[in-house]
């Protein structure tokens, strides 16, 4: 038999990877804490799986979780249950059984000898149960099963863009490449674009984005002299062209109304220079707190983080019709980000995705007031639905009159020295969509204070 990951105490052999990664699912369909964060507490444990077997966990947690509806068909028939279009997911959490036969079905074919080697009998069960899978043709199921999504989901891609939908579905189930943005305090993208490659790394300089790097897949940064000479980030092409829309310049006072760890936060200090002033806002303590140290790493002396009591929080008052440029990348259903947090999916509903709506408008039109007139306020989210974009957007516009003008974000981006902006922009909004752009979905909108 091939070798084990490392030597398993006899206790904790009888720990089977497939049970580990079915209490994972089942404990992700509870929606209290993301999967990985879940996946990196459970591992903790007392195991004792190997990289490689940890590796093969985490890819089929993610695998089951990408194509639920699929997963649950072909359970229910497994199981001679009655089959039903769509997951229950409050029936399905409660039904242990089935998250380990959903796991069965979804452990990647790459990952089966690693899982045979710690678990032969296992291993057994998931290629039976993946063999008969195979058999079933699956052209006449619904189209929930066929693209992987709740069928209210699925309604509003179709709407969004009609006969692509099956593309759309599919990229949002492809694991998402690694994208990089280089600091320009620290490095000019060629040189770092000529480290990676000559560290062995196929990067490749992203499409649109001035800064950008692409690497087709999860690659570990910690060891490479780039990261930890802060010369590059992580960051999703998508974000990194959001923060382009801003168009931050050296000596200016911008707003990052919901900074969250600063992902974009980052990124428009590094578009200042390091001068003026950069306040990082967001109401949630913890999640601003890791922004001091990655400022520091990044060579970022302007950044002030604050915690919001709201949007209305009173110490906004003093910054009214003061700020040069103002993002609200806002908290949004993430519906776009599916290729990373498919959970996501099942998490919402039309009712939570109307709730963020009117979130949305009350967050935007507080961080309105901070806009100088002349001054610039950008919204974004990373949903590619309707009622979270357009449709905030719009009814921002006819709350405000003629106090704001809307931008064209063509020009915006083609200023920022952005690659073809036209072909990211729809009716004068930045549009991004993962079976066109190879980005997470995005979504932005401008406008100038008059
Ligand atoms: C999409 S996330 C921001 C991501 C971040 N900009 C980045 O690039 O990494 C939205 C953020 O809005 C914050 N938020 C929620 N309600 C808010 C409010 N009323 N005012 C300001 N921030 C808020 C959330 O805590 C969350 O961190």
């Given at each position: 038999?091939?070798?084990?990951?490392?030597?398993?105490?006899?206790?904790?052999?009888?720990?089977?990877?497939?049970?580990?990664?079915?209490?994972?699912?089942?404990?992700?369909?509870h929606?209290r804490?993301?999967?990985?964060?879940?996946?990196?507490r459970?591992?903790r444990?007392?195991?004792?799986?190997?990289?490689?077997?940890?590796?093969?966990?985490?890819?089929?947690?993610?695998?089951?979780?990408?194509?639920l509806?699929?997963?649950?068909?072909?359970?229910?028939?497994?199981?001679?249950?009655?089959?039903?279009g769509?997951?229950?997911?409050?029936?399905?959490?409660?039904?242990?059984?089935?998250?380990?036969?959903?796991?069965?079905?979804?452990?990647?074919?790459?990952?089966?000898?690693?899982?045979?080697?710690r678990?032969?009998?296992a291993?057994?069960?998931?290629?039976?149960?993946q063999?008969?899978?195979?058999?079933?043709?699956?052209s006449?199921?619904?189209l929930?099963?066929?693209?992987?999504?709740?069928s209210?989901?699925i309604?509003?891609?179709?709407?969004?863009?009609?006969?692509?939908?099956?593309?759309l579905?599919?990229?949002?189930?492809?694991?998402?490449p690694?994208?990089?943005?280089?600091?320009?305090?620290?490095?000019?993208?060629?040189?770092?674009?000529a480290?990676?490659?000559g560290?062995?790394?196929?990067?490749?300089?992203?499409?649109?984005?001035?800064?950008?790097?692409?690497?087709?897949?999860?690659?570990?940064?910690?060891?490479?002299e780039?990261?930890?000479?802060?010369?590059?980030?992580?960051?999703?092409?998508?974000?990194?062209?959001?923060?382009?829309?801003?168009?931050?310049?050296?000596?200016?006072?911008?707003?990052?109304?919901?900074?969250?760890?600063?992902?974009?936060?980052?990124?428009?200090?590094?578009?200042?220079?390091?001068?003026?002033?950069?306040?990082?806002?967001?109401?949630?303590?913890?999640?601003?707190?890791t922004?001091p140290?990655r400022?520091r790493?990044?060579?970022?002396?302007?950044?002030?983080?604050?915690?919001?009591?709201?949007?209305?929080?009173?110490?906004?008052?003093?910054?009214a019709?003061?700020i040069?440029r103002?993002?609200?990348?806002?908290?949004?259903?993430?519906?776009?980000?599916?290729?990373?947090?498919?959970?996501?999916?099942?998490?919402?509903t039309?009712?939570?995705?109307?709730?963020?709506?009117?979130?949305?408008?009350?967050?935007?039109?507080a961080?309105?007031?901070?806009v100088?007139?002349?001054?610039?306020?950008?919204?974004?989210?990373?949903?590619?639905?309707?009622?979270?974009?357009?449709?905030?957007?719009s009814a921002?516009?006819?709350?405000?009159?003629?106090l704001?003008?809307?931008?064209?974000?063509?020009?915006?981006?083609?200023?920022?020295?952005?690659?073809?902006?036209?072909?990211?922009?729809?009716?004068?909004?930045?549009?991004?969509?993962?079976?066109?752009?190879?980005?997470?979905?995005?979504?932005?909108?401008?406008?100038?204070?008059?």
């Amino acid at each position: 038999m091939a070798r084990l990951d490392r030597p398993v105490p006899r206790s904790a052999a009888a720990v089977s990877p497939l049970a580990v990664t079915a209490d994972v699912l089942q404990e992700t369909l509870h929606f209290r804490q993301p999967p990985d964060t879940l996946l990196a507490r459970t591992l903790r444990g007392p195991q004792r799986f190997g990289p490689r077997l940890r590796e093969a966990i985490g890819d089929a947690l993610f695998a089951a979780l990408r194509d639920l509806p699929r997963w649950h068909w072909l359970a229910a028939q497994r199981l001679g249950q009655t089959l039903t279009g769509e997951p229950d997911i409050a029936r399905c959490r409660a039904d242990r059984a089935w998250c380990e036969a959903v796991v069965r079905l979804a452990w990647p074919a790459a990952a089966l000898p690693v899982l045979a080697e710690r678990d032969p009998a296992a291993a057994e069960a998931v290629a039976v149960w993946q063999a008969q899978a195979a058999t079933v043709d699956l052209s006449c199921a619904p189209l929930t099963v066929q693209w992987g999504g709740p069928s209210w989901l699925i309604d509003r891609w179709r709407a969004a863009v009609g006969d692509e939908v099956a593309e759309l579905a599919a990229a949002l189930r492809r694991p998402a490449p690694l994208d990089l943005r280089v600091n320009a305090l620290r490095a000019k993208r060629d040189a770092v674009l000529a480290e990676l490659q000559g560290a062995g790394l196929p990067a490749v300089p992203t499409a649109h984005a001035p800064w950008g790097i692409r690497l087709p897949q999860r690659t570990p940064l910690q060891g490479l002299e780039a990261f930890r000479r802060g010369a590059i980030e992580v960051q999703d092409e998508g974000s990194q062209l959001i923060a382009a829309l801003v168009g931050a310049r050296r000596g200016e006072t911008i707003v990052d109304f919901c900074a969250g760890a600063g992902g974009k936060t980052l990124a428009l200090g590094a578009d200042m220079r390091d001068s003026g002033r950069l306040y990082a806002f967001d109401t949630a303590a913890r999640r601003l707190e890791t922004l001091p140290e990655r400022a520091r790493r990044a060579g970022l002396t302007q950044v002030q983080p604050m915690v919001l009591v709201g949007e209305d929080d009173p110490r906004l008052a003093r910054l009214a019709g003061k700020i040069d440029r103002v993002l609200v990348d806002a908290p949004c259903s993430g519906l776009g980000t599916l290729r990373r947090h498919p959970e996501l999916m099942w998490r919402h509903t039309p009712a939570t995705v109307a709730d963020m709506a009117v979130l949305q408008q009350r967050i935007l039109r507080a961080a309105a007031r901070l806009v100088r007139p002349g001054g610039r306020l950008v919204y974004a989210t990373c949903s590619l639905l309707a009622e979270e974009n357009e449709a905030v957007a719009s009814a921002f516009d006819v709350a405000m009159g003629d106090l704001f003008e809307p931008l064209d974000a063509a020009v915006l981006l083609a200023d920022a020295r952005v690659r073809d902006p036209e072909t990211l922009v729809e009716r004068g909004y930045l549009r991004l969509w993962p079976h066109r752009h190879g980005t997470d979905g995005f979504f932005a909108a401008a406008w100038r204070r008059r």
